[in-house]
Structure formats: structure tokens, C-alpha cells
Nanobody, 119 residues
Framework: VQLVESGGGSVQSGGSLRVSCAAS????????MSWYRQAPGKERELVAS????????IYADSVKGRFTISRDNAKDTVTLHMNDLQPEDTAVYYC?????????????WGEGTQVTVSS
């Protein structure tokens, strides 16, 4: 199983970035896909999710209206489009996959990609 993030980088306040995650080794379409982030000295937090059933999206209050999560089940990718970035969005962004099965929950994490926003 692999979740490989790409697209992080540095941007000035008010700018935009896109981070993408390419998945392999599992049945992508049946998994809920999410983006988490972790800033220095802080706990990892959920940023956005895209559910496997119905394609419902969920966002943290802090990113609503600025970030958009999208998934391509044909290409096994999930992307986070980030607009109007602010310094407080600076963090390592992690791709996350999760599915509940009868015999338990399977969870996978990517290694993360750095997003840095300067004022």
C-alpha cells in the first residue's frame, strides 16, 4: 500500500497551492479519503474528507470556503485545492485512507508534504 503526496511548497499569504495524493495497493474507490495537517508543536488535525459512498465532503471550519477536496476514482487520486492561504495553514499535509470492514478498520497514511505560507 502506498499513498504518495506531491505538490506542497511555499507561497505568500493569499496565494494558492494544490496537494495531490496518488494511491496504490488497495481498492481506492471503497475508502474514505482525507487530508490531515500537523503544524509544529500542534496535534494532527483533519482538514477535509471525501467519503467513498456518495462522495460527501467534510471540511474543518478553519478551511471552509477556501479549500476544496476532490477525488478521481478512475486514477486513484485525491487532491486538495487550497486558496487564500494564510500563515496559520503552514503545516505538513498528510493523505489518509480509511475503511471499516467487518473484521476491523484499515487505515493508511502518506508520508506528508510541507506547505509553508509566509506573510
Amino acid at each position: 500500500v502506498q499513498l504518495v503526496e506531491s505538490g506542497g511548497g511555499s507561497v505568500q499569504s493569499g496565494g494558492s497551492l494544490r496537494v495531490s495524493c496518488a494511491a496504490s495497493g488497495f481498492t481506492f474507490i471503497i475508502y474514505d479519503m482525507s487530508w490531515y495537517r500537523q503544524a509544529p508543536g500542534k496535534e494532527r488535525e483533519l482538514v477535509a474528507s471525501s467519503t467513498s459512498v456518495g462522495g460527501r465532503t467534510i471540511y474543518a471550519d478553519s478551511v471552509k470556503g477556501r479549500f476544496t477536496i476532490s477525488r478521481d476514482n478512475a486514477k486513484d487520486t485525491v487532491t486538495l485545492h487550497m486558496n487564500d492561504l494564510q500563515p496559520e495553514d503552514t503545516a505538513v499535509y498528510y493523505c489518509h485512507a480509511q475503511r471499516e470492514f467487518v473484521d476491523g478498520t484499515r487505515t493508511y497514511w502518506g508520508e506528508g508534504t510541507q506547505v509553508t505560507v509566509s506573510s
